[in-house]
């Protein structure tokens, strides 16, 4: 009875936070939402691991990345802050864009629901950040039992709720390091605050506490530790250059923000150029990129409590550190039933403080709004100016990456090239020496031989040929899009690709819809994402009876091109499905694993959609659309493209 | 050399075909080509010669057109070309009975000593085939008791042990020898032996 009163008191707490949020952000005047504008947003649900049901954004570190977040014009971001079952049970509905989730954690969701990471978040240590984390085991100080982590077998251990599964993957491996591993006898208790933790050390409750290195000196150092309780004393003290904290255990790259299996690159791109633009430190000072917006209201000392974000670090790195075997997870679920338990008679007290303080704070921002819409104005113009800017530096990027990952791909296709050229090569020289061989035998019929030698010539041609081709294919140069006939752009790319299909005997059925219009594309790049998935589909035809592969083109809704590439191969899993366009990905014994991952933004830079889908009877079919663009300009287009 | 020796080429490659004929045609020898190793097969009519494939073509590859011709016992010598000389191939082929490997772009001089060689070896072993079946002619014309007595001349024994194990005289056993050699047309035990090994081996 009272439980199910408590737990609806919950959802509908959950339900307010985002108008916390938003509520929040009014008062602290540096972002400034009118409701109105807030309807239209499209919502972007971003899951945050948190093992405190009760941790709302206001007080979370996440609060700064948040606000730089929903600066964003088209979207409002909205934080959830959920246990692992919570985020796995809504990754399963598609229903989160966003995680932000610990490493150990993400290894896992990565594997089971195909989320991508992006960026890794960074902590701030003596006013410089951080991308790496580690544990730290700590005893009182006067406590000589325990002198090794061998000591710790049946010994009481306390963690602070956040590090749960790093803590017990670390535990496990040392336990497994010393042979220990039988059973995981350690008694292990999950505290929410440090000073918590600190008490039950203190008071000899537990014999031993588990933190994130750093975080009990610098409670020691900033002295908030009350009743001068001595530092505890760190077992198997351990430093490395890589961070400026003792720590216990290996050290593991931070949490980072992972994207759904389906959100687009390019809302994913806006992302992380928003989270990076964060304000950056330097010399110990705040140096506010943005025109020092971030120094109106709140101190430095805030900011240093916040996170800020870097590239993302190398996940995969767990593994090895810890030789984990994947689907190997530390999480257990009682962790969580314990935890939440914990809470639930506390929750009511705290919702109803919190209405009140919606409550006060609503009644509080209605009233100067009109001077804080002008000042959300003038921000905003500034938020999309430098949006633009960041825009157009991904896009070069873009291109950098394409180009590089065309030289791969033709550093793959290298043999089937050289076998390419060597029949003109090798026609050119059997031509001669037969020429050579009449001459010096004298058997100079002239017809003859002057025929043979214009064969020769052809030959040379149709080298020089594949080697223009190749060239073109490999060259860096600025995108530029021109008004091109998909249908010819396919006859190219076979024509590239003759000899691999010919030597895997695979037939090329086309059916492209005739007089199509123009699409405005950079042909390389286009010709680039063909290649690609001709040739993931004839690698996926080895050992199939009848190989073969369909290309089709057609008009679809009048405003668009869709090309798909069929084939009737082995086909694509369905875990697989979901992670074939991310970076790295890759079932292939050689290769990058960038060629899905760099096709599919080459297809959204044209404006396109690039989507992959199992036939219902045998085999994967790749389908990618190019819009087309107003008549106009297609006229135009057309006579530039006739120059060429 | 046989002058109705005909070289066969076979590759998908129009413009290496036509070369290598060409090439081989400045010998004075015969071409005739094919694009795939299929049409080979169906207007093979037991020509001598020897033949010239590509190892990678579409359709039938040349080693699948090897195991065919093992088949169809056709006996040509097979020398191979391909453009990707890899040694695993090569191998293959070779213990398969391939005559030659050659890699493109070919030597001419290699390619046309093979193709000489090949046509060789198959007019010899023609011609040792031919030799081969008169004696297989001679060995049918005899008598089972005179085929008894053949097998243990050529093993060397005397008249005497070979009239003992056969139950009958000497005498008798002089005649069935002295028919035997005639009709074998050996003069000697030496060369009925010879001949006995050489119609073994084939």
């Given amino acids: 009875m009272t439980m199910t009163r408590i737990k609806l008191l919950f959802i509908l707490f959950l339900f307010f936070i985002p108008l916390i949020h938003a509520a929040q952000n009014e008062s602290s005047s540096s972002r400034l939402y009118n409701s109105s504008i807030l309807m239209e947003k499209q919502r972007i649900s971003v899951g945050i691991l948190s093992y405190n049901p009760l941790e709302t954004l206001e007080g979370s570190r996440w609060k700064l990345s948040f606000k730089r977040l ?43 629901y195909g989320i991508q990471h992006m960026l890794t978040r960074n902590e701030l240590y003596s006013k410089k950040p951080f991308s790496l984390e580690g544990l730290s085991l700590y005893t009182k100080s006067n406590n000589y039992n325990i002198v090794r982590f061998l000591d710790l077998k049946d010994k009481k251990i306390a963690v602070l709720a956040g590090n749960i599964p790093i803590s017990k993957t670390f535990l496990k ?77 290996e050290l593991i790259p931070e949490w980072p923000i992972a994207k759904a299996w389906f959100i687009e690159n390019s809302l994913a791109n806006q992302v992380a150029s928003l989270l990076l633009s964060s304000p950056k430190l330097m010399d110990g000072q705040l140096i506010n990129v943005n025109h020092g917006e971030y120094n109106i209201n709140e101190s430095a000392d805030d900011f240093l409590e916040q996170y800020q974000w870097s590239i993302a670090q190398d996940y995969n790195i767990l593994y090895t550190l810890f030789s984990l075997t994947k689907n190997n997870q530390a999480l257990s679920q009682n ?23 919606i409550l006060s704070l609503f009644l509080r921002s209605s009233r100067d709004l009109n001077n804080r819409l002008t000042l959300s104005k003038q921000s905003l113009e500034r938020e999309i100016n430098e949006r633009q800017l960041a825009q157009e530096q991904a896009l070069s990027h873009h291109d950098e990456l394409a180009h590089v990952t065309r030289l791969s791909t033709m550093g793959e296709m290298a043999s089937g090239l050289a076998h390419e050229l060597n029949q003109p090569l090798s026609a050119i020289h059997t031509y001669v020496q037969g020429c050579i061989r009449r001459i010096d035998t004298g058997q100079d019929n002239l017809e003859e031989i002057v025929n043979a030698l214009k064969l020769t010539t052809q030959q040379a041609d ?69 290649v690609n998935l001709l040739k993931n589909a004839s690698e996926s035809l080895i050992n199939v009876n009848g190989p073969g592969i369909t290309i089709s083109t057609k008009l679809v809704r009048d405003d668009a091109i869709e090309l798909c590439i069929i084939d009737n191969g082995h086909g694509i899993s369905k875990d697989k499905l979901k992670r074939i366009f991310n970076p790295f990905f890759t079932t292939k014994n050689s290769g990058l694993g960038m060629g899905l991952s760099i096709s599919k933004s080459i297809i959204e830079a044209h404006d396109g959609k690039l989507y992959a889908t199992n036939n219902t009877i045998q085999g994967a079919r790749f389908c990618l659309t190019l819009p087309l663009i107003s008549q106009n300009n297609v006229l135009e287009g057309r006579s530039g493209n006739n120059n060429e | 050399m046989n002058e109705n020796s005909i070289v066969f080429v076979v590759d998908d490659d129009e413009a290496v075909r036509q070369s290598t004929a060409w090439l081989i045609e400045s010998i004075g020898l015969k071409v005739i080509t094919f694009n795939c190793a299929d049409d ?65 772009p070919f030597n001419d001089q290699l390619l046309l000593d093979a193709i000489q060689r090949g046509i060789k070896h198959n007019s010899d072993s023609i011609e040792s085939m031919a030799k081969n079946e008169s004696i297989y002619k001679r060995i049918d014309s005899l008598t ?55 119609a073994e081996k084939s």
């Avoid at chain 1, 979207?75 to 399963?92: M, R, S, T």
């Avoid at chain 2, 020897?50 to 016992?73: F, H, N, T, W, Y």
Wanted: neutral net charge; contains cysteine.
């Fill in chain 2, 40 to 104: 080979f097969l169906e207007n093979y009519n037991n020509e001598q010669g020897c033949i010239i494939m590509d190892v990678r073509m579409p359709g039938i590859s040349g080693l699948e057109a090897q195991e065919e011709m093992v088949k169809r016992e056709i006996d040509l010598p097979l020398i191979f070309i391909t453009g990707h000389g890899d040694v695993p191939m090569a191998v293959r082929a070779l213990k398969r009975g391939a005559f030659d490997f050659i890699e493109k």
């Fill in chain 1, 335 to 357: 962790d969580h039933a314990h935890l939440s338990s914990q809470f639930q008679t506390i929750v009511v007290y705290i919702i109803i403080f919190f209405l009140l303080v």
């Fill in chain 1, 462 to 530: 149709r080298a020089a040929g594949i080697i223009r081709r190749l060239r073109s294919f490999v060259r860096k140069e600025q995108t530029h899009k021109t008004y091109s006939d998909i249908n010819n752009i396919i006859h190219e790319v076979l024509s590239f690709l003759d000899s691999q299909l010919k030597n895997n005997n695979i037939k090329i059925r086309l059916q492209l819809q005739d007089k199509l219009a123009p699409v405005l594309v950079d042909i390389i790049q286009i010709e680039q994402v063909l």
């Fill in chain 2, 144 to 198: 089972p008791r005179e085929r008894q007595v053949m097998s243990r001349v050529t093993e060397g024994k005397p008249n005497k042990v070979i009239a003992h194990e056969l139950s009958v005289s000497i005498k008798t056993v002089e005649v069935h020898r002295a028919r035997m050699m005639e009709k074998m047309e050996a003069s000697s035990v030496a060369e009925l032996v010879k001949m006995t090994i050489d």
């Fill in chain 1, 173 to 249: 491996q040392f336990l497994f390091k010393h042979g220990l591993i039988i059973d995981f006898n350690i008694n292990i208790e999950i505290i929410n605050e440090v000073n918590q933790l600190l008490n039950l050390l203190d008071s000899t409750k537990v014999d031993a506490i588990i933190a994130k290195s750093g975080v009990i000196e610098k409670k020691f150092k900033k002295q908030y530790v009350l009743n001068k309780m001595p530092l505890p004393r760190l077992i198997n003290p351990r430093q490395s250059w890589q961070a400026p904290f003792l720590h216990s255990s």
């Fill in chain 1, 70 to 112: 929903n600066s964003h014009p088209d979207y409002i971001f909205i934080p959830q802050f959920l246990d692992i079952e919570a985020l796995q049970k809504k990754l399963n509905k598609d229903e989160l864009d966003f995680v932000i989730i610990d490493a150990f954690s993400y290894l896992k969701l990565e594997e089971e």
